[in-house]
RNA sequence: GUCCCCAUCGUCUAGCCUGGCCUAGGACACCACCCUUUCAAGGUGGCGACACGGGUUCGAAUCCCGUUGGGGACGCCA
């Protein structure tokens, strides 16, 4: 039979790291069998459903490049499906209207919660005889089986037992006669013909449920996969006061969509120890049984260093690209300034986001800020000036700015002047970046363009003669 | 509280199923050194773990039981 899985989201907010890499692994799973990889949205409740939220997931998988085969499938759109599933289940005697109100309920938990016991219903209505309370639209609750128990062969997990009598009388419809949840996955499950169920392990505890309603419907429930959660650093189930955990922000921070895939992937699954993955190999690689069964930490650092991997081996003009936009988006005119392409290949060594590498190279275009202040005062002396006044000399003599130029002008003036090369390179450096920290100062120099160059040269010996207190 | 799941370096993990090849391997981070005009990148080396207690066995990280710890679930949310 032929693979078929689903990324199932509710809409109630962006796509977070821990959705996307459930969505990676279903659709890995889904590519490495030739499968179809499906996208069901699950907005049945429409108070918290916004399309704000679709949109940003959309976006999310966009960017992730988890394409699609089939859908995106609305759950709202299909609520004559569900109908008629309830309908068959009340007339089946599978199910039953219950007239119990949520503080009927909300009392009977409290007290089984004071009891000691695990809150559930305990199916008063499930015998219920004589004309209905009046007043009162009833819910339809699935009638659970009462004896035996639920086996889940989950090919993550192994073997799980759950005794019925751990489980109560879910709600299917409400009184609005809008499904719920577990009962809307276990039709679109069938419907769809999903084969593979794979969830995050937080719903480990509605697969018993949803099986049993499978059996209910006289079908063959799905195999079940469930992947264990991303924690944060402090242990605890990973959500926004930890950081970044949206999808997008992900891109906004200056990370390749692929190292966000290369990290998520290797988080909970390997293969041997290789590291890095290109999402070829994933498709032909990637396997459940090699999914850890616990849980794992999300750990920023190694998410940095496999992208400042993929930002070292992005081709350049893509990378030019990816700078020019994160440039343009903190105000800088691209066009006021080096070549892009010339710019990304110096700089991608140096950074570990595009956010980074901007940010580094923001001294290649426009005015300069002002110096660092400790960079100032400890290259911008009296001392320093000589130097300077040299190697402004020989750096206009240059008939051609390029870098075999600028480096032999600057180690030549260095043995001219008498000085050691990083007593030149660095006053240079602050001169023209206002940093003592860039690239190496012939690939600097070129970026900086030859007239900021001489001019910025000009401004720093000024700045010296002014401040020069030879302390 | 009840039920379910999990447990190897700080973190991600290999090894576990099919005990011996494990004085437990790799990666990130960290530290040191090398390279070096700064910052990086790169190279070399180092630090660092089988949660604990029983059992089975000639032999256990690997199998079994318990303890502890952590996570999850217990909604007319998904």
């Not at 944060?232 to 992900?250: C, E, N, T």
């Not at 750990?299 to 030019?320: C, E, F, R």
């Not at 390029?402 to 030149?424: D, P, Q, S, W």
């Amino acid at each position: 039979m032929k693979v078929r899985t689903r990324f199932a989201p509710s809409p109630t907010g962006y796509l977070h790291v821990g959705g996307a890499r459930t969505a990676l692994f279903c659709w890995l799973f889904a590519r490495r069998h030739g499968g179809v990889f499906i996208l069901r949205i699950e907005d049945t409740d429409r108070e918290r459903s916004t399309q704000a939220s679709v949109d940003a997931i959309l976006d999310g998988m966009q960017w992730l490049a988890l394409d699609y085969d089939e859908g995106p499938f609305y759950q709202s759109q299909r609520f004559d499906h569900y109908g008629a599933y309830v309908e068959r289940l009340i007339d089946e005697g599978s199910a039953y209207h219950c007239y119990c109100t949520p503080q009927e309920l909300e009392a009977m938990r409290t007290e089984q919660r004071a009891r000691g016991v695990k809150p559930r219903y305990d199916g008063r209505c499930r015998a219920r005889t004589g004309a209905p309370p009046a007043g009162i639209d009833p819910v339809v609750r699935f009638k659970n089986p009462v004896d035996g128990s639920v086996v889940i062969d989950d090919l993550i997990k192994g073997r799980i037992v759950i005794s019925n009598d751990e489980l109560d009388d879910l709600i299917i419809a409400r009184p609005d006669g809008t499904p719920t949840y577990n009962f809307t996955v276990v039709v679109d499950d069938l419907e769809m013909d999903i084969t593979h169920v794979i969830r995050g392990d937080d719903h480990v505890n509605n697969t018993p449920r949803q099986i049993n309603i499978f059996n209910a419907l006289g079908a063959t429930p799905p195999k079940y996969a469930h992947v264990p959660m991303i924690l944060g650093p402090d242990g605890q189930r990973l959500s926004k006061r930890h950081g970044a955990v949206g999808v997008m922000q992900f891109r906004e921070d200056g990370y390749l969509p692929d190292a966000l895939i290369n990290y998520l992937v290797r988080l909970g699954w390997s293969h041997g120890d290789q590291e890095i993955f290109s999402r070829r190999e994933l498709c032909e690689l990637f396997d459940l049984s090699e999914v850890n069964r616990a849980a794992s930490v999300f750990d920023t650092d190694k998410l940095n260093w496999l992208n400042q991997h993929y930002i070292k081996s992005t081709d350049t003009a893509m990378l030019a690209g990816l700078l020019e936009e994160q440039l343009t988006k903190r105000g800088v005119d691209v066009a006021d300034g080096p070549d892009l392409g010339v710019l990304a290949d110096v700089q991608r060594e140096r950074a570990k986001t595009l956010v980074e590498m901007a940010e580094k190279s923001l001294f290649a275009f426009g005015d300069l800020n002002g110096y660092a202040e400790k960079a100032a005062r400890k290259h911008l002396k009296p001392a320093a000036a000589d130097g300077l006044r040299a190697v402004r000399e020989r750096l206009a003599e240059i008939a051609a700015w390029r870098t075999e130029a600028i480096h032999e002008a600057v180690v030549e003036t260095a043995e001219a002047v008498g000085i050691k090369l990083g007593k030149l390179a660095q006053p240079l450096r602050v001169a023209v970046t206002g940093s003592d920290m860039s690239p190496s100062i012939d690939a600097t120099l070129l970026l900086v363009g030859r007239d900021r160059t001489l001019a910025r040269i000009d401004a720093a010996i000024t700045y010296i003669e002014a401040h020069g207190d030879p302390s």
